[in-house]
């Protein structure tokens, strides 16, 4: 492009899409913080009665979700069968799941014991069987809650680069500019003597002054015609008198 413009279009557009970058990370991980909060703060909750079992409706949305028990150490839990049908049919394969995963929510704390994945939008018949007064939450896994501030992150830290990127680039285009521009003229001098000529000006005729200010001595209109050889018999006169 003229001008050496190249570059500098290149880094603006590259700070730009860093830029973008940047704000794509923070709602990706904004997103995935407040809609996973939300959804386990309004989590269905399931409370285990004297018959030790506990059945519930719930309305689900085409996801993967996880039966979290409620624990006293946050290690384990009493709730131990968790199975998930369709009210009119078989029901999503429901796997156990370790009680490594844990949380805290309401002021419980809760294991993870179980999680499927919903096929479809609708409601599902939920059945926690345990201990009398165990309560059961039927909400998102916290490790894919993680997992979506992780990718979040990696938008950023992309963003990141990228404005690095389209800033150095800037900062080498912009010396390189400087480094192409004309180099400047003479420094000024400020004004000439009378007669003497600006920068650049050439003298119009003889006797103009030198550019120290001293003009030379003008030649003598009536030059005296030189001397003649002297004559044997002429005494030798001193032009300006005898020696003192």
Do not use: C
Request: hydrophobic share 40%; no cysteine.
């Amino acid at each position: 492009m003229r001008g050496g413009r190249g570059p500098i279009i290149t880094g603006v557009a590259v700070l730009v899409l860093g830029l973008i970058g940047l704000g794509a990370a923070v709602w990706l991980v904004v997103d995935a913080a407040v809609d996973g909060g939300s959804k386990l703060a309004y989590a269905p909750r399931l409370v285990v009665g004297s018959s030790g079992a506990v059945t519930r409706a719930v309305t689900l949305d085409e996801a993967a979700y996880t039966v979290y028990g409620s624990s006293e150490d946050a290690v384990t839990t009493t709730v131990t069968d968790v199975s998930v049908s369709v009210p009119n049919g078989d029901g999503p394969v429901v796997r156990l799941v370790s009680g490594s995963r844990h949380l805290t929510t309401r002021s419980q704390d809760y294991v993870a014991v179980a999680s499927f994945h919903a096929p479809a939008k609708g409601q599902y018949l939920v059945t926690v069987k345990g201990d009398e007064g165990d309560e059961a939450l039927v909400g998102p896994d916290v490790v894919q809650i993680g997992l979506s501030m992780v990718k979040g992150a990696g938008v950023g830290v992309l963003g990141l680069v990228l404005v690095a990127v389209g800033i150095v680039v800037l900062v080498v285009a912009g010396s390189r500019r400087r480094r192409a521009r004309p180099a400047a003229g003479p420094a000024y001098q400020g004004q000439p003597y009378p007669g003497q000529p600006y920068p650049g000006q050439q003298p119009s005729h003889q006797g103009q002054p030198q550019p120290w200010g001293r003009p030379p001595p003008y030649p003598d209109p009536h030059p005296s015609a030189p001397p003649g050889p002297a004559s044997p018999d002429q005494p030798f006169t001193w032009p300006d008198g005898p020696p003192r």
